[in-house]
Each structure stands twice: as C-alpha cells, then as structure tokens.
C-alpha cells in the first residue's frame, strides 16, 4: 500500500492499547492468535496482511475503526463475507464487519434492513416467512450489501425487476470523516445516488433498507448434458432466450468438474454443459418453455420443478466452502450463431483448458430499463455476459491468466468492452479497468462524490474510483 516515496507505517503500542478500548470487537495484528481468522475471506486466492484487524461488533466499533485510521493517514478495507475481496489489504486497517448481521422485515412496506454482513440466504429465509423475496443472486452465502452495492444482477428476479441497487430505500454508512449518515433520496441524495453502484468506495455501509416482492416459488432447476452434445445444446439455449419473455431467464456453462466426492456422480470427471433456468411464471407454462430444451439430447441430471424461492441457489450449484478463484467477466452485444461457434471452439469438449467454469447468462429485460430513483449502475444494455472462473491455490493469478484471457479474446467481436463493478476481478485493479464498469459521465460524477466524500482516498482497498485530487 506504500509508494517509493512513503514510510511504511507504523502502529504503536499505545495506538492499539487506545484503539482497544474503544472497541468492542477485537483488535488484532499480525502475529496474534486469531489474525488469521479475522482476515480470513471466501476468496482464498486473496490473502490479507492489514496492519490491524478490528473485528466490529455495531456501528461504533466501525466508527473507532474508521476515525484510527484517518488520524494515522491509513487506508481502510472491509471485509464481510469475503467473496468480493480481490484487493490486497496489506498495511491498511480491516474492518471486519461479519458480526454484523441483524435483519429486520416489515412485511407491510415490503422492505427488509440488513446488517453489513448478512448472508443472500439468509435474507431470502427470512423473507420468505412473510411471502416475500429479495433481488438475490446465484450464491447463497454472498454478502447482500456488497452484491447490492454493486449493481446485483438476480438469475432469478434480474430479467423481471431490474438490479437489486435500483431497490434500495435507504442506507445508513460510516463515511471516512468517522460520521455515520442515513442516506436516500432526501437526505444527501449525491451520496445515496453514488454509493449504489460505486460499491465500497465512499465508506462502511453498516445497514441498507431494500425493497421485497411478493415471490414464494418459481419453475427453476438444473438440465446437465454430456458434452458430446454441447453443440445441438447451445443452438437449444439460444432459441430459448432469443425468445424469452423477462419472466424466464437462463444461463448456459461448461463445466468441467473435478473426479472428486462432492460432485454429483454422473458429473465427475467429465466436460458437461449446464442451463439453469428459472421462470416465474406456472409451472405448466414453464415446462413448455423449456420442452425443447429438454428433447435436445439425453440429460445426465434434471432438477427443472416447482420450488420455494428460499431454494433457488439449487438453480446454479455455486460452491459454498471458500476456494482460490480466478475469474473473468466480459459483456456481449449478443450471442449469435458465430459467438456460439467461437465460444465451443475456445472451451468447449476438446480444448483442454484449466477453466472449470464458463458461463453465458442472459441479461436485458428490467436490467436494461433506467430505476425508478437513479444511480451509479451503469452499461445496462448488454444482452449477454460472459463469465468464466478457474480454481487453484492461492497465488496463481498470472498461472491463469492466459487462459482466461483467451477466452475474453475468443469473445471480443462481441465484446461491449464495458463490465459491471461486481464482475470486476483481481486482474482489473487498475484505473483503466475500472473505467471499463461505468459510462463516461457516470465516472465522471462518481468522481466528483469520491472527492467530496474521500478526499484522502482512505476507502481505496477496492476498486478504486480515486479522487480527483
């Protein structure tokens, strides 16, 4: 975190005796017995080092956290659930928010309160008690603030409702001055506006209000196919969303899962081609949807039924357990006859790649609409989004590389060249990467509330939109 021309710094003694006395939580530095936990995140290829870890209990724990690393000149990263933290934290202070994690519904508004930490399933859980859900995303144990703060595209709500950031009410948040502001359309609308879309950029969001909708169960599920039919499959899927109403919504992925245990036996070992689909609609209209889908070719597994919402991360089967991830992500002007026949020939059964993951998933509908109440969440007008991801141990980020950007580059005539902040990686760090998730004008703005906001650009163990200073 430190220049050529900067001291590397240093926390006494007495700075950590005084910090520790405001604080609830504990603080910790290398060395220490629960360091290691304590900076621990869902993305092992990340390991953190930060200079102190406080391990924030309420709003006052971050508060002290935040006004100890203004006075000392030292950056401040956040850590929740781990999944979004691709940004070394080394010599910096982390505030490690998972303690944080109340949830308050009101069924009569439709809203639910969520703490810094709380986990998308839990949420849905909740919600679910009073025939309500969330925007929510793929992963059960992602963090809702981060996925919401970045945009939050649903592969089950997104199509019909829009991003989870354009169904925000109100967000309380510990700015870099130590203040802790409530924020909404009335009340600094700039930084409202601001901090949904440009993410963990202008403080410590300690609990976000957002909207619920009156979803209980939906036609979703799974639909494997050996790879020796991944061609006749993906001529299937593009039928299917060329069609699509923004009830449905689907994803294609080419998985090539490992020989081990916890895959599902007919999956193990081999190059399979996964569509997760998910409509909204009855379930006899869904069946009708995806009956060519099925008739395709022979299905090695078929989860497709009626479910209770507070099941949907069955749809996708993201792992739960944390591992080193490597990934990519690039948006497509669309996914015609040539992008299908590029995408088989860069990953499909023959080439051998370390890439365990590919995915298309078909955006548009309410994702492409402007919200109701404007923010930052820009380049809405993708159709489709290329994700791929690789697992490793940590440290093999340029092990990988080439092979993730060879599929980017198997892509790029269809490439938009813009991304979306949550897919941004490890690999897009820098300044001009980071330009890539927002319009020009939008950066622009983002800019001028980062300035207004971070001057000193303490918040900027992410992905940093910097200051114009």
């Not at 936990?37 to 924030?56: D, S």
């Amino acid at each position: 975190m430190t220049t050529e021309t900067e001291k590397p710094a240093v926390v006494t003694p007495g700075d950590l005796a005084a910090l520790t006395e405001q604080v609830v939580g504990p603080v910790l530095v290398p060395g220490d017995e629960r360091y290691a936990e304590e900076t621990a995140t869902w993305n092992l290829a990340l390991v953190h080092r930060p200079l102190v870890a406080v391990g924030a209990t309420c709003v006052a724990d971050v508060q002290a956290a935040v006004r100890f690393a203004r006075v000392r000149d030292l950056p401040v990263a956040v850590v929740a659930t781990g999944h979004g933290a691709l940004v070394p934290s080394d010599g910096a202070v982390l505030i490690n928010v998972r303690r944080m994690d109340g949830i308050t519904i009101d069924a009569q508004q439709r809203t639910a309160t969520v703490g810094a930490a709380v986990e998308m399933q839990s949420l849905v859980e909740e919600a679910a008690e009073e025939g309500l859900a969330p925007v929510a995303g793929s992963s059960p144990n992602v963090g809702v603030v981060g996925f919401t703060l970045g945009g939050g595209v649903s592969p089950t709500l997104g199509r019909a409702y829009g991003y989870a950031a354009d169904h925000v009410r109100s967000a309380e948040i510990v700015t870099p001055d130590g203040e802790l502001r409530r924020v909404d359309a009335h009340n600094e609308p700039e930084l409202f506006w601001a901090i949904r879309g440009g993410k963990g950029n202008f403080g410590v969001v300690v609990a976000l209000t957002v909207d619920l909708f009156p979803v209980t169960r939906l036609y979703g599920g799974g639909l494997f196919y050996d790879g020796e039919h991944a061609s006749a499959v993906v001529a299937a899927y593009r039928a299917l969303t060329a069609a699509a109403p923004e009830e449905l919504t689907a994803s294609l992925a080419f998985l090539r899962l490992p020989p081990l245990p916890f895959v599902p036996e007919p999956l193990r070992g081999r190059f399979t081609v996964h569509v997760r689909v998910a409509w909204l609609g009855s379930s006899e209209d869904g069946e009708c949807w995806i009956r060519d889908l099925r008739g395709v070719a022979p299905r090695l597994i078929d989860t497709v039924d009626d479910m209770p919402y507070t099941m949907m991360a069955a749809i996708h089967a993201d792992p739960v357990d944390p591992l080193p991830v490597y990934e990519t992500s690039v948006e497509l002007s669309g996914f015609p006859l040539e992008a299908a026949d590029a995408l088989l020939a860069a990953a499909g059964p023959q080439v051998d790649t370390p890439v365990l993951m590919v995915e298309v998933r078909h955006l548009g509908g309410a994702l492409a609409r402007p919200p109701r109440v404007p923010n930052a969440v820009g380049h809405r007008g993708a159709p489709f989004q290329l994700f791929a991801g690789v697992v490793g141990a940590p440290g093999m980020n340029e092990a990988f590389r080439p092979a993730l950007d060879g599929l980017a580059q198997a892509l790029a005539p269809w490439a938009t060249g813009h991304t979306q902040i949550n897919f941004l990686t490890g690999y897009d760090a820098t300044p001009e990467a980071v330009a890539r998730a927002y319009p020009a004008g939008t950066l622009e703005r983002l800019t001028r509330a980062k300035t207004a906001y971070d001057p000193r650009n303490m918040f900027r163990v992410n992905h940093n939109i910097a200051p114009s200073s």
